[in-house]
């Protein structure tokens, strides 16, 4: 499979925990994206990477959320001491330097309970 | 200034219609407006975009009508079959450097009847 890929798929965690996501991009895309689906909404913009540097971060993305894109490779997403408002869908996308299709992953759904 | 107005929120069309969703947007430094298409548990998946310049654009059975003074845009599915029931979300960004800082409706569920 040569698409966008996350892991997990899913995660269930509680209230003040921290998690980690992964996003293995398509290969030899340069730009990584982050972005946030909650229930019923379209996705919302969170972060961009261009090869290794973060280029650009919503205002979404609090204090408690950190990216990083080591080698300009794949993505990990951490949200420290997790809110039950952290909820949602966590979609990663990729895109090359040539091509400005963005292509999304299947994404990671976050539940804190 | 940011927002993507999308109507309706749900629609439901027999097969071999004509499935029709617009959008509205504000910021006019958007160029670029896609189209994507989700199924539940997947991710969004492109379907069609368009640039200002040009009215309208067509693949296969989708087309998007893009009216720049009116700042609205509709996607048009023509002969809609079941398995286009999905959600489909109108976007928009302002082209940076490349950089895609896509700006989402809040999405239509389309159902197609057989």
């Known amino acids: 499979d040569t698409g966008v890929s996350q892991n997990p798929r899913h995660k269930i965690t509680k209230r003040g925990q921290n998690v980690t996501f992964r996003c293995d991009p398509i290969s030899e895309h340069n730009r990584l994206y982050w972005y946030r689906q909650t229930l019923g909404q379209g996705p919302e913009f969170l972060t961009y990477f261009q090869n290794e540097a973060q280029l650009e971060k919503s205002r979404l993305l609090s204090d408690r959320f950190s990216a990083e894109r080591p080698k300009g490779s794949f993505s990990t997403l951490e949200i420290q001491r997790t809110e039950q408002g952290d909820s949602a869908m966590y979609l990663c996308?990729?895109?090359?330097?040539?091509?400005?299709?963005?292509?999304f992953g299947s994404g990671t759904q976050l539940s804190v309970l | 200034q940011q927002q993507v107005k999308q109507s309706p929120q749900s629609l439901i069309v027999q097969k071999g219609g004509i499935s029709i969703i617009n959008c509205a947007y504000e910021?006019?430094?958007?160029?670029?407006f896609p189209w994507y298409q989700q199924f539940p548990g997947k991710g969004p998946a492109l379907l069609i975009a368009?640039?200002?310049?040009?009215s309208e654009k067509k693949e296969g059975r989708f087309t998007i009508s893009f009216n720049k003074s009116a700042k609205q845009f509709s996607l048009h599915i023509m002969d809609s079959q079941p398995g286009d029931s999905a959600t489909y979300f109108c976007a928009a960004s302002p082209q940076f450097q490349g950089a895609q800082k896509l700006v989402f409706g809040q999405g239509t569920r389309l159902t197609i009847n057989p």
């Open positions: 910021n006019t430094a958007f160029d670029y």
């Open positions: 996308a990729s895109s090359s330097r040539i091509n400005e299709k963005l292509f």
């Open positions: 368009i640039r200002p310049d040009v």
